[in-house]
């Protein structure tokens, strides 16, 4: 089975920087996405972690740590627009499939 | 070049009715998810369909839900006899294979009074 942890808000300021951490257990892990929600709306692809590292996508970068199980994401240079719902999920690959279990997110509200 | 479609956005059905939701994958791709959102929850997903052949259906409640995804036309999740309990978000994305990102629709909202 899969579980995943991740903060259930945060707050930051305009312009500043803010990092949403994501812990996880699972069984055949096969990669961790991150995606943007607003309310009512549908989830948006963010980024994509299956290796070991950093990727940088403009002023979102996302982190995986496969030995300690956690992955974070990075937002620079904050914008009122930023304030969403961010959801980490990891892809389960076991048997051929392909479903994500998906963290209940983490509600980031940006202030001036 | 389209999104993911679903239809349709709102939906309210009385208890005991059938609701039948409808996704059109972004074209080209031929692998379709269904996830449910329930109010105060993360997306759970429900099952995984190629055309005409449902791949993992997992997390598909056993009785009172079905999903298909025809050679023709779009992806059908259909709940019969709704209860109160089903009224959530129902989400559909779809990939072009299947260890590629998922992109997401806008989603039907299913209310069940």
């Known amino acids: 089975g899969q579980n995943i942890d991740q903060p259930t808000e945060m707050t930051a300021t305009e312009g500043a920087i803010v990092q949403i951490n994501c812990t996880y257990q699972t069984s055949g892990f096969n990669g961790l996405f991150w995606y943007q929600q607003h309310a009512g709306e549908a989830p948006t692809f963010l980024s994509y972690?299956?290796?070991?590292g950093l990727e940088e996508k403009g002023r979102f970068s996302s982190f995986l740590s496969r030995s300690k199980g956690y992955s974070y994401l990075l937002l620079k240079e904050l914008q009122m627009k930023d304030s969403a719902s961010y959801l980490c999920a990891v892809r389960d690959g076991t048997g051929g499939g392909n479903k994500l279990t998906f963290g209940t997110g983490t509600q980031l509200k940006v202030e001036l | 070049n389209a999104g993911v479609m679903q239809n349709p956005r709102h939906l309210v059905r009385r208890r005991g009715q059938e609701a039948r939701l409808r996704c059109s994958p972004v074209?080209?791709?031929?692998?379709v998810y269904w996830y449910r959102q329930l109010p105060e929850e993360g997306l759970k997903f429900m099952v995984y369909l190629q055309k005409e052949n449902i791949i993992d259906e997992s997390g598909m409640p056993k009785e009172r839900f079905s999903a298909e995804f025809p050679k023709e036309g779009p992806s059908i999740l259909r709940i019969q006899q709704v209860v109160r309990g089903d009224s959530a978000a129902y989400f559909c994305a779809s990939s072009p294979s299947r260890p590629d990102t998922q992109y997401f629709g806008p989603g039907t909202r299913l209310t069940v009074l």
């Open positions: 972690n299956v290796l070991d």
């Open positions: 074209k080209g791709h031929s692998h």
